[in-house]
């Protein structure tokens, strides 16, 4: 059964950067096609990040040329690393396979000053 725990996350001020990790069991990550989501207050959980099982990364608009997702096999982690962070990234970010399966409790990011 997957499991996965997120961290990293906290309150950054507008242009700064977090890194968050994501631990996981029951599968592994290079396997699946892997992706960080994100479900901001009031809004529904979307999928902003993705790395195929080849590593090819995909990224939705709003975040390209900013957030870069990874992935250690031997680990068996995924990391995001999200720089020059807006206030519109607030969220809290879950880690998955995609599609997703069970969903972690994630890892809450402010952006604020």
């Known amino acids: 059964q997957l499991h996965v725990v997120e961290s990293g996350g906290g309150l950054v001020q507008p242009g700064g950067s977090l890194r968050l990790s994501c631990a996981g069991s029951?599968?592994?990550?290079?396997?699946?096609?892997m992706g960080w989501y994100r479900q901001a207050p009031g809004k529904q959980r979307e999928l902003v990040a993705v790395i195929t099982t080849a590593g090819i990364t995909n990224y939705v608009d709003s975040v390209k040329g900013r957030f870069t997702i990874s992935r250690d096999n031997p680990k068996n982690t995924l990391s995001l690393q999200m720089n020059s962070l807006k206030s519109e990234d607030t969220a809290v970010y879950y880690c998955?396979?995609?599609?997703?399966?069970?969903w972690g409790q994630g890892t809450q990011v402010i952006v604020s000053s």
């Open positions: 998955n396979p995609v599609p997703a399966h069970s």
């Open positions: 029951g599968i592994s990550f290079s396997s699946r096609n």
